[in-house]
């Protein structure tokens, strides 16, 4: 089954402590990016990467860290995480074969983040 | 740079109720267009999609129209179900080789309640 894995779903933590977060997808897909929703903004990209080695900034980059190895994973790392980084945060893949821009992004299921 | 509006939120309907959900954009050449519903605890599935204008995009009885000429893609559906309960995202992706390439600009988010 084709699919986007994030994890954790769910954490609490605390102000300063280094987390990463976790996205796979098996769908061999050259794009992948980050997400952050929260109310009444929608979802603001935060960084994305056309392929292995090639990260870029979204639109919300401070305080995070993103790194591509592999194709299929791409992790977010809070270096030192704030109240302001609680969110909600999704990954998203999608093929570049094309090279249009009409292929659509497959979203993992989320990871709420709360930092006290 | 790119934006996307929705309607203010939330809207709460009947069953069997005809819906609309306006939707319009600022973008720069000719963008795609989409729809995303997320249901509750959920990732974002795509809805549909329309990749030029005048392009229908349609999926589960729901229906958007490419009408560049409003700078808009509404959302309609002719008679809602309790299942259709969730938040939909209007979104758009820059062309291909621009700067904007691959990334999903959202609005804003508009809950649906319907009640049987």
């Known amino acids: ?116 | 740079g790119n934006s996307v509006t929705q309607m203010e939120g939330p809207v709460t309907l009947s069953e069997e109720a005809f819906l609309t959900i306006n939707c319009t954009y600022t973008a720069t050449g000719y963008p795609s267009l989409f729809w995303y519903v997320q249901y509750p605890g959920e990732g974002l599935q795509l809805l549909l999609k329309a990749t030029k204008a005048d392009d229908k995009g349609s999926n589960k009885g729901f229906e958007a129209t490419y009408r560049k000429e409003t700078t808009s893609f509404h959302l309609e559906k002719g008679s809602v179900q309790v299942s259709d309960s969730a938040v939909y995202f209007c979104a758009l992706s820059g062309n291909a080789g621009g700067t904007s390439y691959g990334k999903l600009t959202f609005g804003q988010g508009t809950i649906l309640t319907v009640h049987p």
């Open chain 1, 1 to 116: 089954e084709a699919q986007v894995t994030q994890n954790p779903r769910y954490l609490i933590t605390v102000t300063g402590k280094k987390l990463t977060v976790t996205c796979s997808q098996n769908m061999n897909h050259e794009y992948m990016s980050w997400y952050r929703q929260d109310p009444g903004l929608g979802l603001r990209q935060i960084y994305y990467s056309m392929n292995v080695e090639v990260t870029d900034k979204g639109d919300v980059p401070e305080g995070y860290k993103v790194s591509r190895k592999e194709k299929r994973n791409f992790p977010l790392i809070l270096e030192s995480p704030s109240p302001n980084q609680t969110s909600l945060y999704f990954c998203a893949s999608s093929s570049t074969r094309t090279a249009y821009s009409n292929q659509p992004q497959h979203f993992g299921d989320g990871t709420r983040l709360s930092i006290l």
